[in-house]
């Protein structure tokens, strides 16, 4: 997912200073140690082709004039680095200086928020007038939330306001963790002599095309989410009772006990909101599956074994869940509950999944506009922006950008999807927040990327039923990922594989693992479980759920990665089980890295 342009707090050099902004004597450039120094002037006019090239670069933000050095993740031309945003090819390491008229520089050492920008954990901005500054610390990964917008209780903001602002410096802004499947970031860097780490993917930019029309538009769907009487052996047997146990606190449904959007207006009590429900998946799997029928492609949720249909739903929801969990590390109830098996084991089950179906700091009225607006490309020729619109994260995959919205939109029309809904080619360009109003739309973009080759990425149905095998050898092989060099996987350099379906945990631990690469691989993995969260939610929320469902009279037998259940929390190392280290994708390099 591709952040949003900033949307700047302005913070005057006088408060920078006000901060505690250290002077240093007057310098006409970066100094420091002598991997700055030795940085070269950014030009537009430069070809950085391999990543881990440093620049020094100076822009004027809000009237401050800043300096810092940043460093490419990726092959890049043209593309300036940003102060406010660490979105694009180029990373900022360290703090920015601030110069002034007479070239005096400063530390920046607390900077001010900035909506594009994504912060970890323990990180520290200033958000206000220069004669009102209040001062704020990231509890865990965030972008786009305002540190000043209220909340009904402490635990739905990712900030903590701080008493005073502190005098000392602030780590480089650098990416961590996420509930929207932000994809290919660079991991965080060292201050003070900051360098790419082996594997960083490098990944080209990608140019958003429209999509060719389908060969064959999809059947009409009955609203109804009727399921045909042939097929769909799991999907059948999920009742209203088990898809609550999942979803207890989905936005949109109402609940007293849950956070705002349980509540009104964004949650009614007629349960006219709650539109991510269990027909609304179906809906969205047979508006998928009567496209699929009549193209010849493969089918979500209808092919294979009653176990197979049971493993894709469980991998889908835990991924989708981590994407959109309201739940956080030492949550009480109902955030977080218990599930005691029948042998009396305890599972820690967190159940804010399908809670954060819009993006955190954004809204949308009714009639598709929004107050807060982002994620505008006014570039993009083939889906141009509708004035007033703001296209940032929504759904289960977080769609963001016009562009995307568009596309989808495009291919949904094309395609003759959801035809009650997507009415015209831009209905989602007028009406972006559709997609995280309509559970079938939304779920159906999340199934469209499930089953979808992503370039050299096989999908993740291929990858979990056992069709894809192949370990990938070079950036244009389609394939599985490689192991981290020096890993080892039952003594063998690459990862295991079987054809088909298995019973073995290692296998689908490292299927599990190859899904959370194709998602978001440029951040989670390649040893980034070590400190991010994502990995091991996500295998732990699959555990659950798996034990859950094999216990109930469907029992589908879904193959569990036991030595990785309830580790929600804990932080991944070549110490793990091997199990563990495939099932968190920290033993793989990240797409792109090879």
């Known amino acids: 997912m591709v952040r949003a342009k900033p949307l700047l707090r302005r913070v005057a050099l006088a408060a920078a200073v006000a901060l505690g902004a250290t002077t240093l004597a007057p310098l006409p450039a970066l100094a420091a140690d002598t991997s700055v120094a030795a940085a070269k002037v950014w030009s537009a006019d ?25 460093v490419n993740a990726w092959w890049t031309r043209g593309d300036a680095p940003s102060f406010t945003s660490n979105e694009g090819p180029w990373k900022r390491v360290g703090a920015a200086q ?20 994504a912060y970890t954990g323990g990180m520290i901005v200033a958000v206000g007038a220069p004669a009102s500054i209040s001062c704020f610390k990231a509890k865990y990964w965030t972008q786009g939330f305002n540190p000043a917008t209220a909340v009904a209780h402490e635990w739905e903001t990712p900030w903590e306001r701080l008493a005073a602002c502190p005098d000392g410096t602030t780590a480089p802004i650098t990416p961590s963790s996420d509930a929207a499947g932000r994809i290919d970031h660079l991991p965080p860097q060292d201050p003070v002599k900051p360098v790419v780490p082996g ?18 538009v999809a059947p009409t769907v009955d609203s109804g989410s009727t399921l ?27 609940d007293t006990q849950g956070g705002t959007r349980n509540m009104e207006p964004i949650a009614r009590p007629d349960g006219s909101t709650d539109t991510f429900t269990l027909p609304a998946f179906r809906r969205a799997v047979l508006e998928y599956n009567g496209w699929a029928k009549a193209n010849n492609c493969k089918q979500f949720l209808n092919e294979g074994t009653l176990k197979q249909q049971s493993q894709e739903f469980l991998v889908f929801w835990a991924k989708s869940s981590r994407e959109t969990s309201g739940s956080w590390q030492g949550a009480p109830a109902p955030w977080i509950r218990d599930y005691i098996d029948r042998d009396g084991r305890v599972t820690q089950v967190w159940k804010g999944a399908l809670y954060w179906v819009e993006e955190v700091g954004y809204t949308s009225n009714t009639d598709g506009t929004s107050p807060n607006i982002g994620y505008v490309d006014t570039g993009s020729v083939d ?31 094309d395609s003759g999807l959801m035809r009650d809904v997507i009415t015209a080619p831009d209905t989602l360009l007028k009406r972006p927040d559709l997609v995280a109003t309509n559970g079938a739309l939304s779920i159906l973009s999340g199934i469209w990327f499930w ?5 050299q990425k096989p999908s993740s149905h291929d990858v979990l039923y056992g069709d894809a095998i192949n370990i990938s050898r070079n950036s244009t092989d389609r394939g599985l990922p490689q192991l981290r060099t020096g890993f080892t996987v039952n003594g063998q350099p690459t990862g295991p594989v079987a054809t088909g379906d298995t019973t073995d945990e290692g296998v689908m631990a490292f299927r599990i693992g190859t899904i959370i690469n194709i998602v978001n691989g440029g951040l989670e993995c390649n040893g980034a ?5 994502g990995p091991p939610q996500r295998i732990s929320y699959y555990n659950a759920y798996t034990t859950y ?27 793990s089980p091997e199990a563990v280290q495939s099932a968190t994708c920290f033993n793989q390099k990240s797409y792109y890295g090879w």
């Open 46 to 70: 430069t070809t950085y082709a391999s990543a881990g090239q440093r620049v020094t670069y100076r822009a004027t933000v809000d009237g401050v004039v800043k300096q810092a050095v940043f």
């Open 98 to 117: 601030i110069v002034d008229g007479a070239g005096t520089v400063s530390i920046e050492l607390t900077p001010p928020w900035y909506a594009s920008t």
């Open 199 to 216: 594997g960083t993917p490098v990944v080209p930019p990608v140019m958003p095309t429209v999509p060719p029309p389908s060969p064959v």
């Open 228 to 254: 045909p009487a042939e097929g769909y052996a799991f999907l059948r047997q999920v009742s209203a009772g088990d898809w609550d146990w999942l979803f207890p606190l989905r936005s949109g449904k109402y």
């Open 383 to 413: 889906f141009p922006p509708v004035p007033g619109r703001s296209y940032h994260g929504r759904g289960v995959i977080q769609l963001s950008w016009n562009y995307n919205y568009g596309a989808f939109s495009r291919w949904l029309y």
């Open 451 to 455: 089953m979808t080759p992503q370039g």
């Open 529 to 533: 479980a070590s400190w991010h969260q």
């Open 549 to 575: 469902f094999n216990e109930r009279s469907i029992n589908p037998g879904a193959t569990r990665v036991s030595v990785a259940t309830n580790i929600w929390n804990d932080k991944i190392s070549t110490s």
